[in-house]
């Protein structure tokens, strides 16, 4: 708890993972574009900061939690960001899920200026955050792992050491992708069960209990769209750009994704319209759109 803690980023996932961090007692500054959120972290003790600048002078641990890999580069890499304000010796923990190249570049210019560096994306859903149960995945030496540990463990409950810098932000491409395809193939077969007039908790039953049980059935689905939920934990618009870095990245490699391609596809048609801002889960509405039948409900709890 000696670091001093400046968070940059305080969204969906931003914001419950810093509340932790207040609340179990870290020295922490707080910003965000938008002052309420950090006014909310002021509200467990916190310092909310109006500047990029200000967060960061005298901090010894940054963390950034932002959308798009444009928006990291901006806050880290520009001519105010991140990197012309950070102390010597300071270790800057990029928690978004961005480019890998990105990822790399950022890397290079903290060790350009002697700062530590880890990417260090996070797993499971906005409830986890909220709870304290987040999942890491990590890119970082010994030295900079042993400095955010204690952050992470204040913030979640499982921690993953991927590789060196570079490793955290490969390994959240290649799971969102495999999760986000997932999806897809759940909406698509609950549509299809729903059109062959089979009951809804009987379909989760059954594939819960064989081969076929995901965690996108089960439980993002059961609680969020199936309840008749779709507000956004992680939206449509993300989840595309999500998928969208994958398939980058299979290009970069000359790999092809052949059955990802087509869920991408899907995310990309689901996003030109109203379902852009909602939950991912909401693909089954557009599957079922599609189908002709009612989106089906799970009975309340």
């Known amino acids: 708890m000696s670091e001093v803690i400046a968070f940059i980023g305080l969204g969906a996932m931003g914001l419950p993972m810093a509340s932790n961090l207040a609340r179990k007692g870290f020295s922490l500054r707080a910003y965000d574009i938008d002052p309420a959120k950090a006014a909310k972290l002021a509200a467990l003790g916190a310092v909310a900061v109006d500047s990029i600048a200000q967060a960061v002078a005298g901090a010894t641990l940054v963390v950034t939690m932002l959308p798009a890999t444009a928006h990291v580069e901006s806050v880290v890499l520009g001519p105010d960001g991140v990197l012309a304000h950070i102390e010597a010796g300071a270790v800057l923990m990029d928690m978004s899920t961005i480019d890998a190249k990105a990822t790399d570049k950022l890397a290079v210019a903290c060790a350009e200026r002697g700062n530590g560096f880890t990417d260090c994306p996070v797993g499971r859903l906005v409830s986890h955050a909220e709870r304290g149960e987040s999942l890491f995945m990590v890119g970082a030496d010994d030295a900079v792992f042993a400095r955010v540990e204690p952050l992470l463990n204040a913030m979640g409950t499982a921690i993953h050491r991927c590789g060196p810098p570079g490793s955290g932000s490969r390994m959240k491409l290649i799971n969102n992708f495999m999760l986000l395809s ?44 199936l309840t008749g939920d779709t507000a956004p934990g992680f939206t449509i618009d993300l989840a595309f750009k999500d998928m969208s870095l994958a ?32 939950d991912y889960s909401a693909l089954l509405e557009h599957a079922c759109d599609l189908a002709g039948v009612q989106t089906p409900r799970l009975p309340a709890t």
């Open 182 to 225: 997932t999806a897809q193939i759940v909406a698509e077969s609950v549509a299809l069960g729903t059109k062959l007039g089979l009951d809804i908790e009987i379909m989760k039953a059954v594939t819960g209990a064989t081969t076929a049980n995901n965690g996108q059935f089960q439980i993002a689905f059961a609680t969020k769209v």
């Open 247 to 278: 398939m980058n990245a299979a290009a970069d490699q000359r790999i092809g994704l052949p059955v990802g391609a087509a869920a991408h596809a899907v995310f990309g048609a689901a996003r030109a319209g109203a379902l852009a801002g909602k």
